[in-house]
């Protein structure tokens, strides 16, 4: 802060530039809480998607739990049978994270236009993390479901019980 008001001291002959530390430190304060804001709402949002990827891998298991029993009663391992919705929630992950990112991307060009007349640029840095974020959501949120899994045994679930 004190440099920039020096700056301006020398760009402007004659001006005498004083900072008000206040109003600086009072910003600083509000910016603080915003971002603490945010982190929260991000923290709530990323649980709110487990909760949701748990509920639908669990009505997923409830609806293929013949199929279940049938690939069990086969011969199939239990990891194997595991690592088969592991692999249907990572690929929604996947696929979830980037109609996401693009969805984001376009929302954030649509702000950027509508409140400072300019298209916000694409950090392309981001799309990386975004979709390793959304594939270890969706992991998280199969953990339970798949647990369940292991308790479905072949012979009740084919007879109806």
């Known amino acids: 802060m ?32 915003i971002q603490l804001l945010m982190a929260v709402v ?6 709110a998607s487990a909760m949701g ?11 293929r739990a013949k199929e279940i029993g049938l690939m069990k009663a086969l011969g199939a391992r239990q990891w194997q049978i595991m690592l088969l919705f592991y692999l249907e929630a990572a690929s929604s992950g996947l696929a979830g994270g980037a109609l996401g990112c693009i969805a984001g991307w376009g929302l954030a060009k649509a702000i950027g236009v509508m409140l400072f007349d300019a ?3 694409f950090a ?10 959304a594939v270890l959501i969706a992991l998280i949120g199969t953990w339970f479901p798949a647990r369940r ?3 479905l045994y ?3 679930v084919l007879y109806g019980r």
Request: aromatic share 4%.
């Open 2 to 33: 004190s440099s920039i008001a020096h700056q301006l001291e020398e760009a402007i002959s004659g001006a005498e530039v004083r900072p008000v530390w206040q109003v600086a430190a009072s910003e600083g304060v509000v910016i603080d809480k």
């Open 42 to 47: 991000t923290v709530a949002a990323l649980v």
């Open 53 to 63: 990827i748990a509920s639908l891998m669990t009505s997923t298991i409830m609806e």
């Open 119 to 121: 298209p916000l640029n």
């Open 124 to 133: 392309w840095i981001v799309m990386p993390y975004v979709l390793v974020i």
């Open 149 to 151: 899994i292991a308790r």
């Open 154 to 156: 072949p012979v009740e």
